[in-house]
């Protein structure tokens, strides 16, 4: 890099690199993408390897349930959020965060940087997983239940889906982190929010249960025809309004990332 | 405080400190936080919430538990203490990882070098105040399921064997969330075990699969517990229930004492 820089902004390839910086010099964040990957794969063969289709009922099975299992990929998305959430209260907690914003006063590139940085790692990581996922459930549901590959459409389209869930939730994980900022409580709410708060809608008691169609893992079944047809089916939005929200969650969630950090001291 | 030969004496007669020392010590730790009352009032509320809840509209369906609601299944609904047990541990495992993160752990150990007695201080400090939540949460959620279902639904056998044994489960979740915090000693990562822990298995695994998951189920503090309250699905005898609690909290005191014994900091 030249000693003698420009004057005026970074450029924002400078700030990429910083918080890609950040990002890989630690070392738990290799570690929780590996767990990641090895517990889908772990996953996808356990549901596959307990199924037993009877000869000629194959037609009845959606065979996209087992390697995109909900209670699995709600467990992925939850700890792509963590990845998210560590990602801004490990600048807090350090104190990293004030010599961030000394050097880069324009707080809004650092967060769009550290939230596209993110973004595409947890692209990469959501594909590995949900590769694995599909390959390694098609490998164990041979002879019984074909369709598991890339080259069927329905397939295809609930890889790429299930690819960005880690995208949306780590970008979940980075607004509650940027409100809470303490490590321990944004890491309890990221998990009470995307993990129990569904569960708790769906079955009813709190009174809310169209608020569970809101949920990203409830759009995300709907658009990766991943609902299984168990006996406690939580509702699902329909096929427009879960796109909007696919969009919405991580959008909303980058406006309130950004909006906070701006408007407070540090 | 040491005993060395060059060292001025302290007055008095008084050479190491008493165990309320430390416990008064720990205790000032633990009360300062502000998010230590605040995740105390939240988790506390959230659950005698859910208690009256489940007594208006029955428990959730993903309990496993089945026939005629009646208060001690309304008020001991595995589910809805979920996040009483999350937060219990997470208050267990701050306790130990802001030391770290703050790193006050340097001066603790300083002043006090026989760190076992750190760790029973700390523990028994953690353990009296999450056993009270767990008894006001217990307690008053068996009273407020009481006065909402009038019907004549007699409470399960052993509504005191619920209480106690809630009251062991949320220490039992905080002395684990210490160990982990004494293990992991990073903030992130030992919240997000205790999350995994307490938060996800109990969802994931259930003591109705195959001999392995309901082997590996049964061993959760979680399954012992619902055992004990006769609201949950765990499957072994209560004898065993106890012991698996037990055995929790006793584990994880032992890891806690044992981990800060041996390392440097």
């Keep these: 890099m030249n000693t003698h820089m420009r004057a005026g902004h970074v450029r924002f390839g400078d700030l990429v690199a910083a918080e890609w910086i950040k990002i890989r010099s630690l070392r738990s964040t290799f570690g929780l993408m590996v767990f990641g990957v090895l517990f889908a794969a772990v996953a996808a063969w356990w549901q596959g390897h307990h199924v037993r289709v009877a000869p000629g009922a194959a037609a009845a099975f959606n065979p996209l349930i087992y390697p995109y299992d909900q209670l699995t990929w709600a467990f992925i998305t939850v700890l792509a959020a963590t990845f998210g959430a560590l990602t801004i209260t490990g600048e807090y907690a350090s104190g990293l965060i004030r010599t961030t914003f000394v050097a880069v006063p324009a707080r809004r590139r650092v967060i769009l940087a550290k939230s596209l940085v993110v973004a595409l790692c947890m692209a990469v990581f959501g594909l590995i997983a949900s590769l694995a996922s599909l390959y390694i459930a098609g490998y164990a549901l041979t002879g019984q239940l074909s369709g598991l590959s890339l080259g069927q459409g329905a397939a295809l389209r609930a890889a790429i889906l299930s690819a960005a869930l880690p995208v949306l939730g780590s970008q979940i994980g980075i607004a509650i982190g940027a409100l809470i900022r303490h490590p321990l409580s944004a890491i309890g709410a990221t998990w009470g929010v995307l993990l129990l708060l569904p569960t708790m809608l769906a079955s009813g008691t709190i009174g809310l249960g169209t608020a569970t169609e809101g949920m990203p893992l409830s759009a995300w079944m709907t658009l990766a025809r991943t609902a299984s047809t168990g006996a406690h089916q939580s509702p699902l939005p329909p096929s427009t309004a879960a796109w909007i929200l696919i969009l919405a969650w991580p959008l909303a969630s980058l406006i309130v990332t950004a909006t906070t950090v701006t408007r407070r001291d540090v | ?265």
């Design chain 2, 1 to 265: 405080m040491s005993v060395q030969p060059l060292a001025p004496r302290l007055r008095g007669p008084r050479k190491r400190a008493r165990p309320a020392d430390l416990c008064a010590a720990e205790w000032i730790k633990f009360w300062s936080l502000r998010s230590t009352p605040i995740a105390l009032v939240l988790l506390v509320s959230l659950a005698l919430y859910l208690a009256a809840n489940n007594s208006r509209h029955g428990v959730l369906p993903m309990a496993g538990s089945s026939g005629p609601l009646n208060p001690q299944r309304a008020a001991f609904d595995g589910f809805s203490w979920l996040p009483a047990m999350i937060g219990a541990g997470l208050i267990g495992a701050q306790a130990m990882v802001g030391e770290y993160s703050t790193g006050l752990i340097r001066t603790t150990l300083a002043a006090v070098p026989d760190r076992r007695r750190i760790s029973v201080a700390k523990a028994a400090v953690v353990t009296a105040v999450t056993g009270g939540a767990a008894l006001v949460i217990g307690a008053g959620g068996l009273a407020l399921a009481v006065a909402i279902i009038h019907a004549p639904s007699p409470v399960d056998a052993h509504p005191m064997r619920a209480i106690w044994s809630s009251i062991l489960l949320l220490p039992t979740c905080a002395l684990a969330g210490m160990a982990f915090g004494t293990l992991v000693r990073h903030a992130a990562g030992s919240a997000t075990v205790v999350c995994a822990l307490f938060g996800f298995i109990p969802i994931m695994l259930r003591p109705t699969g195959n001999r392995w998951a309901t082997d590996a189920a049964n061993a959760m503090p979680y399954y012992a517990w619902g055992r004990l309250t006769g609201a949950g699905t765990g499957t072994m005898t209560v004898a065993v229930a106890w012991a698996t609690l037990a055995a929790w909290a006793a584990a994880s005191i032992v890891i806690t004492i044992l981990a800060l014994d041996r390392r440097d900091v």
